[in-house]
């Protein structure tokens, strides 16, 4: 009589997954970027949400002549003249409302908080589209402050070394950093490479930057790509060194961070809680020389730029 065949039985992988706990992450947004160029900045507190930037009528005018020993009686006599009507820059507000079931916050809490995960992404969502603002909005982007002399094309489409020497001579008084989109820096980086004069990198906020003639280059995706084509900037900042700052508006009630206000603003009759997320914030150029731009940089033409209008 033949031996019975043993069946061995064990419990599956697919039956056992029911009893385990999962580590569960936070919900992870693929759009939130490091967003150096708030970093980088200097922010200055505005009171009453104005910035009145005062300047010097005709400072080509501002003149002192040195006299001769024998003439000191003759001193000569100046005045230093300012704008009659200075621009003033009024805070912008970056707000939407967040909209949560009050049952899903009650029921889906675990592990994570669903309010607390919704604020943040939502937050974050605003931060990105501020510091878009601060380079593309059409009243103060930077973009837009750029005056006409302070504008250079590139000398052969890609960006070289040389084109970058000459932002340097638009913005020579204590220059702080270059601002490219990553496709830019990229392109700037393969004509180094080329010309054999690859730039090297500096250690700043615990990333690395590459660098030219000693300033860094900083990445951000909110730099306009169109056609192939981007810009290149480079900024003088904070209000001593009469360069670019950011103003946000201290003390606001809800306040979470600089110039951000988060507001409960109460539960409705379907159930649904609301919360108002503004961020008031805006940008000055405090003297023209503080910021120049390289226009129509070519990046290359095997990129899908449509990937990057997000901010836009």
């Avoid at 300012?82 to 675990?110: C, G, K, M, W």
């Avoid at 290149?232 to 946000?248: E, M, N, T």
Wanted: one cysteine or more.
């Amino acid at each position: 009589m033949a031996a019975e065949k043993k069946v061995h039985h064990a419990l599956g992988d697919t039956a056992a997954r029911q009893l385990a706990n999962a580590t569960k992450t936070v919900p992870q947004l693929s759009t939130i970027t490091p967003r150096w160029l708030v970093h980088f900045l200097e922010w200055l507190p505005v009171e009453a949400g104005i910035y009145r930037l005062n300047t010097v009528k005709n400072p080509q005018d501002v003149r002192v002549s040195c006299s001769q020993r024998e003439d000191e009686g003759d001193l000569p006599e100046i005045f230093v003249d300012y704008e009659e009507q200075p621009r003033e820059y009024f805070l912008n507000a970056v707000t939407t409302v967040l909209d949560v079931h009050t049952r899903i916050s009650d029921l889906y809490s675990s592990p994570h908080d669903q309010i607390k995960e919704q604020l943040r992404l939502t937050i974050e969502t605003v931060k990105e589209r501020q510091e878009s603002e601060l380079i593309n909005n059409p009243d103060y982007g930077l973009l837009a402050n750029v005056s006409d002399e302070q504008r250079i094309s590139t000398l052969t489409g890609a960006p070289t070394p040389d084109d970058l020497d000459d932002l340097l001579t638009k913005v020579w008084k204590e220059p702080a950093f270059f601002l490219a989109h990553p496709l830019g820096i990229a392109a700037f980086g393969r004509e180094c490479t080329r010309r054999g004069v690859p730039p090297p990198t500096v250690s700043l906020f615990g990333s690395q930057f590459l660098t030219w003639r000693g300033i860094p280059l900083v990445p951000s995706d909110k730099v306009p790509v169109e056609d192939g084509k981007t810009k290149i900037l480079l900024l003088r900042v904070g209000q001593k060194r009469q360069g670019v700052s950011g103003l946000f508006q201290p003390g606001v009630a809800g306040e979470q961070g600089p110039g951000l206000s988060v507001r409960f603003m109460g539960i409705s009759r379907n159930a649904i809680a609301s919360y108002l997320i503004s961020l008031y914030c805006s940008l000055v150029v405090h003297t023209e020389d503080a910021l120049a731009v390289l226009d129509d940089v070519e990046v290359g033409k095997y990129h899908d730029y449509a990937a990057l209008d997000t901010y836009k």
